[in-house]
């Protein structure tokens, strides 16, 4: 059985993406999502950063769930992206750190009366310290000398040359998906990607990844 919705551990996400990514990676790494014994935090697609940051879901959960972790990308800047979730804890008096910590972030909150929330984690995809996307995680599970992987990147500079629509921001989305239509089945979105094992599942960031999930949910 999944996570319930009421569980007292959440993690929220950007997106759809998100939330399939990373059920399939710790997957991969043996979390049982269905093991009703234990206590699971329920994975929440917010539609959007805007949602995932908005003041009054943060209140929400934070009065609400005893764990909350929220995994965003850092997109163009880390800084800016941090600072933006310094203010956003600060309305609720909680302190997050000058700067993200490399393997995670990862705060214990002293018991409040006005807060449940005891333990909060964030993940700035792809790794904490560069700027990046969940698709830049995604790449570096990719095979490693997959020679695919290289031309993927040439074929999708060479169709933006030739007039396609991507944007340069988006690089990194274009090639991992051309990457994907090269496969045995064509276009499989990242989750199936990652249960059928297409892409590993033990990059350095990931490994981080699933230690910082692990203390956060598990410890």
């Known amino acids: ?13 950007e997106g759809p993406d998100d939330k399939h990514a990373l059920l399939g990676l710790m ?4 979390y049982d999502w269905d093991d009703a014994r234990s206590t699971r935090p329920h994975v929440e697609d917010m539609q959007g950063v805007s949602k995932l940051l908005d003041s009054a879901n ?28 310094r203010d956003c804890f600060s309305h609720l008096r909680i302190d997050l750190p000058v700067s993200p910590a490399s393997e995670g972030t990862v705060v214990d909150i002293l018991p409040r009366p006005d807060l449940k929330l005891s333990r909060l984690g ?14 830049d995680f995604l790449g570096n599970l990719v095979p490693a000398n997959d020679p695919c992987w290289a031309y993927a990147e040439e074929a999708t500079v060479k169709a933006r040359s030739l ?9 990194i989305k274009g090639r991992i998906h051309t990457w994907l239509a090269w496969q045995t089945d064509p276009g499989l ?4 990607a990652l249960t059928a094992r297409l892409l590993g599942h033990d990059s350095p960031q990931a ?13």
Request: glycine letters at 8%.
């Open 163 to 171: 007039g396609g629509a991507l944007a340069q921001k988006d690089q």
């Open 1 to 13: 059985m999944p996570p319930p919705k009421n569980s007292p551990y959440r993690l929220m996400v």
């Open 27 to 30: 997957k991969r790494h043996g």
């Open 58 to 85: 943060l209140s929400t959960g934070a009065k609400s769930l005893s764990r909350m972790g929220l995994v965003l990308d850092a997109d163009l800047d880390v800084k800016p992206r941090w600072q933006q979730l």
């Open 122 to 135: 964030i993940w700035l995809m792809p790794d904490n310290q560069q700027p990046g996307i969940l698709e």
């Open 207 to 219: 490994l981080a990844f699933v230690s910082w999930f692990q203390r956060l949910f598990v410890a």
């Open 189 to 192: 979105p990242f989750g199936t």
